[in-house]
């Protein structure tokens, strides 16, 4: 403003000079007075606007940091519920293992099962929280050059919100429709009155109807699932990448990240050999030699090796609630893939679970 100011004086001036000059008198000297003073003015106001559009960019840069921020906040809470959606799956798959090989006998059930343990009425959700990428969008024809490639990551991570929208809604309809449906049994509305289970209700859950129904929802849970671990990848990766470009800002809380300590990840390295369970459909087999399959290390990641190549990597899963009795996980150290999740257990074996039955591996 105070330049602007100076600017509209000398404009005043250089009018106020020419005013009491004598027309006949005008000299060449004058003449490049003027010309000298009109060069310095346009020099000013292109110097004034040039100020003021850095101060707009600087500010403007300013605020999509804010809003890359507020995108890293919404990571950390998209990371959180891909704890509980991970969680629920990998139980969820446990116990369907467990009904389709028949291990729940007449007393087991007799007992008293759980909401949980009933496995067909129980669905979760994947909450993605976008306000920061919602803030971004509106700025999208001003985005800073530097910040153009993150802003272009940003997006790409948000894109699947319409399919994960369409997973949930899935998901919610499944198990609703199976509940809509065991109302009609007789023996749905008296046993949930009486609170305990009658011979009928137990007999159903030794039909092969009972082990579709849990195979159904089981499927439906795989595709929230596989979604929620695809997006806490790469929204790990992305949460990273801020902090490269902006720093790092605070300490980085312990779930948002795939890798684990050196010192412990070194104890699952070597080769393990299939000694229980079906391989099923989905199953790398590819990766597997002569019924033995190798695990690699490398940059604090375990891999699947494949012809000493590092063929698929692991991904640490670190949770930061442990303790919840819906999902009984247990406690070794859990890492996911693309498709599905390797548990490895003290005694040195490795539970895989690949979107179907599970293996057992002992180490050699």
């Known amino acids: 403003m105070l330049l602007l100011k100076f600017l509209t004086n000398r404009f005043k001036s250089i009018g106020s000079r020419f005013k009491k000059q004598d027309k006949k008198s005008t000299t060449s000297s004058t003449v490049f007075l003027a010309v000298t003073e009109l060069f310095m003015v346009v020099l000013g106001i292109l110097l004034a606007l040039y100020i003021d559009r850095w101060n707009s960019t600087k500010s403007f840069e300013k605020q999509f940091e804010s809003t890359l921020r507020i995108v890293q906040q919404n990571i950390e809470s998209d990371i959180n519920s891909s704890d509980n959606v991970i969680a629920h799956f990998h139980a969820r798959d446990s116990l369907r293992h467990d009904i389709m090989m028949n291990k729940f ?13 009933q496995a067909i009425v129980y669905y979760d959700q994947f909450q ?23 802003f272009v990551k ?13 997973f949930n809604k899935n998901f919610k309809e499944v198990i609703w429709g199976i509940h809509n449906e065991l109302t009609y049994s007789h023996w749905f509305w008296l046993d949930a009155y009486y609170d305990k289970p009658s011979k009928e209700q137990i007999d159903f859950y030794f039909t092969p109807y009972y082990k579709a129904l849990v195979q159904k ?24 990448e801020i902090n490269n470009l902006l720093g790092k800002k605070r300490e980085i809380p312990k779930n948002v ?8 990840s070194k104890n699952y390295i070597g080769k393990y050999k299939f000694i229980e369970g079906n391989m099923g459909t989905w199953f790398p087999k590819h990766l597997v030699e002569d019924s033995v399959l190798e695990i690699g290390f490398k940059d604090s990641s375990l891999y699947v090796m494949k012809n000493e190549k590092y063929a698929k990597q692991l991904y640490f899963f670190n949770r930061l ?16 893939s693309s498709q599905g999740y390797y548990e490895f257990y003290k005694n040195g074996k490795l539970r895989i679970g690949a979107a179907g039955p599970e293996t057992i591996w002992q180490r050699q």
Do not use: C
């Not at 993605?128 to 993150?150: F, H, R």
């Not at 439906?220 to 997006?231: F, G, Q, T």
């Not at 990240?257 to 412990?264: H, K, P, R």
């Open 154 to 166: 940003v997006k790409d991570l948000y894109k699947n919100i319409p399919t994960i929208d369409e």
């Open 105 to 117: 006998d007449r007393e087991y059930y007799e007992k008293g099962i759980s909401y949980w343990q």
């Open 321 to 336: 609630k442990t303790r919840n009795p819906n999902y009984p996980l247990k406690k070794n150290h859990v890492f996911i």
């Open 217 to 240: 929802v089981l499927n439906a849970s795989n595709l929230i699932e596989s979604m929620a671990k695809r997006h806490r990848i790469e929204a790990i990766n992305l949460y990273n």
């Open 128 to 150: 993605i929280t976008d306000d920061g990428y919602n803030l971004l969008l509106e700025m999208k024809d001003e985005v800073p050059e530097k910040y153009a490639e993150i």
């Open 257 to 264: 990240t795939y890798v684990l300590n050196d010192s412990i």
